[in-house]
T-cell receptor
Framework: DAGVTQSPTHLIKTRGQQVTLRCSPI?????VSWYQQVLGQGPQFIFQ???????GRGNFPDRFSARQFPNYSSELNVNALLLGDSALYLC????????????FGPGTRLTVT | GQSLEQPSEVTAVEGAIVQINCTYQ??????LSWYQQHDGGAPTFLSY????GLEETGRFSSFLSRSDSYGYLLLQELQMKDSASYFC??????????FGAGTRLFVKA
């Protein structure tokens, strides 16, 4: 079975632009969570989606939004990009609502200039 | 608020045993997870403890004491490939995972 996939791998954007990151979970997994990881730190929770509904949100501004589609894939959108949004964005999938065991994708490296 | 504390670095020799501790302060605690991350890679799930006690998976074991808000990851028979960052993470409210800052493990020959 294929693991969690994310696209694109790398992305360079300019301040003020908007970006959309994509994630496909492992087949059969209904939960997708998004994380931001800055170099040298642990992943920071952004959102969790389960069965196409937002179940949890971290301490991120409203510029960050996400959605989950009927096939359980997900998109993370970030508007009005700031330099501080430069990070690795990780997607993780899980079988159920409770994120006991999460499988991470390779991430999207976003650079904002 | 929520917080997790784990050592920033640990060094051990090949073949040895190492323990990485994690203490947490959070409300709505559901369980404690451990993840491994090699440089340039994604986090990989190692273990999850919802109840007090020890969980063993091969060379890795994880322990949880809910009353002490404390857990640890035990790595036995260390190998060079175990050099990586290890994160403890708490499951809060059943839907949110809060990660610690990570412990860099250096395994020496």
């Amino acid at each position: 079975d294929a693991g969690v996939t994310q696209s694109p791998t790398h992305l360079i954007k300019t301040r003020g632009q908007q970006v959309t990151l994509r994630c496909s979970p492992i087949s059969g997994h209904k939960s997708v969570s998004w994380y931001q990881q800055v170099l040298g730190q642990g992943p920071q929770f952004i959102f969790q989606y389960y069965e196409k509904e937002e179940r949890g949100r971290g301490n991120f501004p409203d510029r960050f939004s996400a959605r989950q589609f009927p096939n359980y894939s997900s998109e993370l959108n970030v508007n009005a990009l700031l330099l501080g949004d430069s990070a690795l964005y990780l997607c993780a999938s899980g079988r159920g609502l409770e994120p006991r065991e999460q499988y991470f994708g390779p991430g999207t490296r976003l650079t904002v200039t | 608020g929520q917080s997790l504390e784990q050592p920033s670095e640990v060094t051990a020799v090949e073949g040895a045993i190492v323990q990485i501790n994690c203490t947490y302060q959070t409300s709505g605690f559901y369980g404690l997870s451990w993840y491994q991350q090699h440089d340039g890679g994604a986090p990989t799930f190692l273990s999850y403890n919802a109840l007090d006690g020890l969980e063993e998976t091969g060379r890795f074991s994880s322990f949880l004491s809910r009353s002490d808000s404390y857990g640890y990851l035990l790595l036995q028979e260390l190998q060079m490939k175990d050099s990586a960052s290890y994160f403890c993470a708490v499951n809060v409210g059943g839907f949110k995972t809060i990660f610690g800052a990570g412990t860099r493990l250096f395994v020496k020959a």
